[in-house]
């Protein structure tokens, strides 16, 4: 079982920037695919990045271009950094594990961190 913490939300005023923080801890932790959702009230689940366990990424089309995903294998630590903030960005942002990018979703995950942007 893999344990992840996601830290690093906030509120920040439109346009600024963000980065969030996923540590993971447990069994293979250091060698699985990662990725970042987040769920806006009344809205579904939206997948917006996925970094394999060799740091292939993928994107939504939504967030290209604003969003970028990392990660440090040998802190066990997966990056969303989010420039150029909108009040549509404001969501609680989760982070997930999977055994690859075509399974995630279906691992563990975190227990969500709370993004509030501002007009």
């Known amino acids: 079982q893999v344990q992840l913490v996601e830290s690093g939300g906030g509120l920040v005023q439109a346009g600024g920037s963000l980065r969030l923080s996923c540590a993971a801890s447990?069994?293979?932790?250091?060698?699985?695919?990662m990725g970042w959702y987040r769920q806006a009230p009344g809205n579904q689940r939206e997948l917006l990045a996925v970094?394999?366990?060799?740091?292939?990424?993928n994107y939504a089309d939504s967030v290209k271009g604003r969003f970028t995903i990392s990660r440090d294998n040998a802190k066990n630590t997966v990056y969303l950094q989010i420039n150029s903030l909108k009040p549509e960005d404001t969501a609680v942002y989760y982070c997930?594990?999977?055994?690859?990018?075509?399974?995630?979703?279906?691992?563990?995950w975190g227990q969500g961190t709370q993004v509030t942007v501002s007009s």
């Open positions: 447990g069994s293979s932790s250091s060698i699985r695919a």
């Open positions: 970094i394999s366990s060799g740091g292939t990424t």
């Open positions: 997930a594990e999977s055994a690859s990018i075509a399974t995630m979703g279906f691992g563990s």
